[in-house]
């Protein structure tokens, strides 16, 4: 026969197991900087379902790879372009068929100083003393804006007066406080900013801004990791990337 002290141990140990929710799990996600506000969300509304919790760290794409490269801890990483996602797959640093693309980006000019909703004019009129830019090696919307001035026929005009964020959250920085009159941003950031005035770049005159997720080596063994890029991929999560903007594949 049982003793009474067993039996109470044993009851208090079954209860407090039942009572105890799962193990919440974390990941951690490099995500570019465009794409912070819409992560932010993604990531509130995937712990509530979950109760799993997305780490997010956000930067400039380039930066971002060099760091995966070396090691960095990162399971995720929802870059600003398709190529950098595609290195790390060759390069063995991500998990190969698991990249996809998430968002695809809309470049925008943007001030707070000047008139550019006839944005191609106000470029040639350049009556401007600075242009900001994310830096184009680091960042896929700098390479935009690039191709946007070049494809206007205004880069070698404006080069001297173009400033270089390390990011493009550093470029929209720019503009926000005026030490750049115009600015190259995504539209992602002027969500909610009804300040100034913008002018949508026509898609044609740069490349696409086609912006991959993919699952790194360091999460190819993670079920947070993957729970957290299909999350991603769900409805739930689109419908927030197209709030922000974004186009979707």
């Known amino acids: 026969m049982l003793k009474l002290e067993t039996l109470v141990v044993a009851i208090a140990v ?19 900087a465009n794409f912070t506000e819409p992560a932010k969300e993604i990531a509130a509304l995937f712990k509530q379902k979950t109760g799993n919790e997305a780490i997010l760290s956000f930067g400039a794409s380039g930066p971002f790879f060099t760091q995966i490269t070396h090691d960095a801890p990162f399971q995720v990483f929802l870059s600003a372009d398709a190529e950098r996602p595609k290195a790390a797959v060759e390069g063995g640093y991500a998990v ?23 944005g191609g004019e106000a470029l040639k009129a350049g009556a401007f003393a600075k242009v900001s ?7 896929p919307y700098g390479a935009a804006a690039v191709e946007t001035m070049k494809a206007l026929g205004v880069y070698d005009a404006l080069k001297a007066k173009i400033v270089q964020g390390n990011s493009i959250a550093q470029a929209f920085q720019f503009v926000d406080t005026r030490n750049a009159e115009v600015g190259f941003v995504a539209l992602s ?10 002018w949508l770049v026509p898609q044609d005159l740069y490349t696409p801004i086609r912006q991959d997720a993919v699952l790194l080596k360091k999460g190819e ?29």
Do not use: C, M
Request: net charge neutral.
């Open 14 to 32: 079954f209860a407090s197991s039942v009572a105890a929710p799962a193990q919440a799990g974390q990941t951690n996600v490099a995500v570019a």
């Open 96 to 118: 190969k068929g698991s990249e996809f693309t998430h968002a695809i980006g809309k470049l925008v000019l943007w001030s707070k100083v000047i008139d550019v909703t006839n």
């Open 133 to 139: 830019i994310a830096n184009p090696a680091a960042a």
């Open 221 to 249: 063994n993670d079920e947070v990791a993957k729970a957290f890029l299909e999350f991603l991929k769900g409805p739930e999560a689109r419908a927030i990337i197209e709030r922000f903007g974004y186009g979707l594949d």
């Open 189 to 198: 950031q002027l969500f909610g900013v009804t300040a100034g005035t913008r």
